[in-house]
Structures are given as structure tokens and as C-alpha cells.
């Protein structure tokens, strides 16, 4: 039988968690429409909390779409409209008394390009403890910030010039910025969008070292076109296709021995 | 992010028990033949299986490591050989696990004479195995091209032992199946020195990256 493009492929290997209290993130049945175009198919899938998920797949799967519903960055786009349910802690997170501004500020996001605000490096962490009230006083606020830089691993590159723009540092630095504004309001949740499509391989080492040290204190899911970068760092893995979510593993599993001949084709690049 | 010391170092520390294992196997296995012990025959045919085990973890951490830490230069070098190495510690057990076999079936006979050059075999290929895998963990070309020397004096007692049961069995018939199984046990050991020297070799592709398999020692 020749499959159509709308075919909806059933997720194999291990979307859903045997073990319920790992599960920080849960979406089922998730579609997502652009106007008429669905964008995403049922999807349905557990994140684990404190590990690295890599989602992959060639451009246009989309990959950065799902990630996106997830702290519910496409409630700005018009056209968009999300179904299914997505929960956090395993509260829906399209509730109509879930504050998007609030639910942001517990689940942070990283973007494929390095986007300091156009301020001081203190000032870039300072801002989203300030709006959100974390900090009584200005010593409170001082030790959000150094502690967000210590934890975006930044800190002793940029200690003695905290009150220099944020734009002035290099691209892997302001990458580092932003994980540290990420950060300083205490998210439980970072999704980074390609954190490292924008630097130099000195510079994604670094990232990728970071992303293995925040993961203890973080749930992290991470979009990334380098299937490498998701091999190195992740420890869950979902291949995406054509709106699709075709398989999800064990990091080792998807790399090593993946059951879906379309994961297998795009993870030894005969395919996308 | 590429593979992390420790992981290299947790790589070689399995080795080197699988080593150990394997280097304790041939000992009670040629003891068992020389001291007629059976337990101790059983015993090296009933732990098998631990060797066994530390080959599949060994390969399945390498595979784990290639695939998903993109390993580069001697670390790529390092992770290939020690997948190599694995392989013929793993066939250095099935040959001691053989020779324990062929003990007992020996030990249910007389004795047909005692054992001179076995035991010396056993030294020296124990030794090998030692030095080989001593020689991985240090990076030492010098101990690795030693090892490979060694293997022409376990070739010659093989070859002696193997004169000696020939006079045996021509002189007398009855015992060719007694004396065919020792040169049995010969081989074996020879076979163990042949996979001491594989490892050998191996380990000085890892240290300087020269393949000097299938080569004549002025040519290394």
C-alpha cells in the first residue's frame, strides 16, 4: 500500500514514560494547524524531568513548532491554533487561568540566535527577576545575577565588566547571556531552539558542556539540525517527520539501533 | 562535548579485569591438567561466562561511545582497539575453557608422562597477556613489541611437544588418544600466544598509529 502524505504514523519505541513520577511535561494528541495546514499530528509524548531531550528531523518536520507549543510561544502567532493537551506537573498548560507571561517564567526559552537586549550584561540577567519581584533587594538581585552567570558558565569571563553591553560580547558568550537570563528566574523548564546553529565549535563545546552540567537542576529539551550535537548531549531522542513524531528513545537507541527505517535514513543521511 | 576522561578511563578498567579473568583462567585450566584436578577444570568451565559478559560490555560501551561522542585521533584509535582487544581476550577464554575440557577428559586416565614443557607454555603465554594488556594501559610500543617477540619461543615448544607425543604414539599406539589430546592443550596455548600477539600489535596501532599486522619484526 503506497502511504499518502497524511498518513498519521504511530509513534514507536518508548514516547510515553513507564515511570510516572519522572514525567515533568506531557502531551497527547497534540495538533498544531497554521490556517488550514496541520503542522503537527498527534502527537504524544512524556519528557522526563532533569535529562536532555534532543528533538530532530529535517527542516520543516516540524520540530521547532512542538517546541514552541510548549511554553506556548505560538499563542502570538494568529494563525496558529493548538489541540491536544500539553501539562506541566501535570497541569494543562492552556488552561484559561494559566497566565502565559507566568508559565514562561517556568519555562524558559533559547533561541538559534544569541539575542541580548541592547543593555548592560548585568542588566540582561537582572531584567526578568526584576519584572517577576524574585528580588527584595539590590544585593538579592547582585546574587541572582552572578549566580545565573556562574551557572551559564560565563561568570569569570565577564566579572569585571558587568556594566558593558551585552552586545559587545562574542557569539558563543552571548549565547552563554542569554542561558544565564534563561536562568536567573528560575525556570524548571529551558528549551533551546538550535542554541548553537549560530557559533563556532569552540563555542557549541562549550554550550553543549553547559547543557550537560544544567540538566541536574533542569528539565531541558533542546531542538538541534546537528544530529551529533543530539547524540552528545541528549539522553532521550524524538525524530521528527513531516509533522510526525516517528520515533522516540534512548538516546543510545536512536543512534545505535533505531526501528524506524525513516529514523535509520535520516540518521545515516540518506534521507533529509 | 566530546568522550570524557573518565569514560576512557572506566573503558581500560574493564579491560583490565576482563584481563585478569582471562589471565586466571589459563593458569587453573593448564593447573588443573598438570595437578589433575577436576574441580579446578569445572571451575574455569563454569566461569566462562564472566569473561563472556566483560566482552558484551566492553562492545556495547565502545559502540555506545563511537555513536554518540563522534570519538577523533586516539581516542577513535583507542575505542576501535579496545574493541579489538575484547574480542581476542574473549577467544583467549573459549582456549582456556578447551584446555580445561581436554584435562578432564585426561584425568579419568593414566598419566602418560609428566608435564615439562605445558607449564612453561602456560608462563610464558600468561605473561603475554599480562604484559599486552599492561602494555595498552601504559601506551608502551617497547612492552607491546616485546610481547610479539615472545611468540616464536611458545611456536617452538609447541612444536617440541608436538615431536615428543609423535615419538609417543609411534612407539606406542595406545596411547594416540591420550597424546593427540595433549598436543591439543599444545595448540591451544600456542593459540593463546597468537591472540597475546594480536593485541600486541594492536596496541601499537593505538599508540602510533601504524598498523604493523602481517609484518616481519625488522619492518616495524
Redesign the interface.
Known amino acids: 500500500m503506497v502511504r499518502s502524505r497524511d498518513d498519521i504514523v504511530r509513534t514507536i519505541g518508548k514516547p510515553l514514560l513507564a515511570d510516572d513520577e519522572r514525567v515533568k511535561i506531557s502531551c497527547r494528541n497534540v495538533n498544531v494547524y497554521y490556517g488550514e495546514k496541520r503542522a503537527i499530528r498527534e502527537v504524544s509524548v512524556d519528557i522526563a524531568e532533569q535529562e536532555v531531550t534532543a528533538f530532530i528531523g529535517p527542516s520543516g518536520c516540524g520540530k521547532s513548532t512542538f517546541l514552541r507549543c510548549i511554553n506556548r510561544m505560538n499563542d502570538t502567532i494568529k494563525s496558529c491554533r493548538v489541540e491536544g493537551e500539553i501539562t506541566l506537573d501535570r497541569e494543562d498548560i492552556y488552561d484559561r487561568n494559566v497566565d502565559p507571561v507566568l508559565l514562561r517564567a517556568r519555562i524558559g526559552m533559547v533561541f538559534q540566535k544569541p539575542n541580548p537586549f541592547p543593555k548592560s550584561i548585568f542588566e540582561n540577567v537582572a531584567y526578568g527577576p526584576r519584572i517577576h519581584g524574585l528580588a527584595r533587594n539590590k544585593s538579592e538581585l547582585d546574587e541572582i545575577v552572578i549566580t545565573s552567570l556562574e551557572k551559564a558558565g560565563l561568570f569569570s569571563e565577564v566579572k569585571d565588566q558587568l556594566d558593558h553591553p551585552g552586545t559587545g560580547l562574542s557569539g558563543g558568550q552571548q549565547q552563554r547571556l542569554c542561558i544565564a537570563r534563561a536562568i536567573s528566574v528560575q525556570p524548571e523548564v529551558i528549551l533551546m531552539d538550535e542554541p548553537c546553529s549560530a557559533l563556532d565549535p569552540i563555542a557549541t ?1 562549550k554550550i ?2 553547559l547543557i ?1 552540567e544544567l540538566r541536574r537542576n533542569f528539565t531541558i529539551i533542546i531542538v538541534t539540525h546537528s544530529m ?1 550535537q543530539a ?3 541528549s539522553q532521550r531522542t524524538a525524530f521528527f517527520h513531516l509533522g510526525n513524531l516517528v520515533e522516540v528513545d534512548d ?2 537507541t536512536i ?2 539501533n533505531p526501528e524506524h527505517k525513516l529514523t535509520q535514513d535520516y540518521i545515516t543521511g540518506r534521507y533529509g | 562535548m566530546t568522550v570524557r576522561s573518565e569514560e576512557l578511563t572506566n573503558l581500560n578498567e574493564l579491560l583490565l579485569k576482563m584481563a585478569a579473568l582471562v589471565e586466571a583462567a589459563i593458569k587453573s585450566s593448564v593447573e588443573s591438567l598438570v595437578a589433575r584436578k577436576a574441580n579446578v577444570a569445572e571451575k574455569v568451565i563454569r566461569e566462562d561466562h564472566q569473561i563472556n559478559a566483560f566482552d558484551v560490555a566492553i562492545d556495547e560501551e565502545c559502540i555506545r561511545l563511537l555513536a554518540l561522542k563522534q570519538p577523533m585521533g586516539k581516542d577513535l584509535r583507542l575505542i576501535t582497539t579496545a574493541m579489538k582487544i575484547t574480542t581476542d581476550l574473549e577467544r583467549i577464554g573459549d582456549n582456556a575453557v578447551n584446555i580445561a575440557e581436554r584435562a578432564m577428559e585426561l584425568n579419568l586416565e593414566p598419566e602418560l608422562k609428566p608435564y615439562v614443557d605445558i607449564p612453561r607454555m602456560s608462563r610464558i603465554v600468561q605473561g603475554m597477556v599480562r604484559d599486552t594488556i599492561d602494555a595498552f594501559v601504559n601506551e608502551d610500543v617497547t612492552l607491546a613489541k616485546d610481547v610479539i617477540m615472545r611468540d616464536d619461543s611458545v611456536d617452538d615448544l609447541n612444536e617440541t611437544v608436538w615431536k615428543d607425543l609423535m615419538l609417543i604414539m609411534t612407539q606406542d599406539p595406545s596411547t594416540t588418544s591420550r597424546a593427540v589430546k595433549i598436543t591439543y592443550v599444545s595448540k591451544y596455548l600456542e593459540r593463546i600466544g597468537d591472540h597475546a600477539t594480536n593485541i600486541a600489535e594492536t596496541v601499537v596501532y593505538m599508540v602510533e598509529g601504524k598498523i604493523i599486522r602481517h609484518m616481519l619484526p625488522d619492518q616495524f
Open positions: 563545546a553543549e558542556e550537560d551529533q547524540a552528545r548531549v538516546t543510545n543512534f545505535v
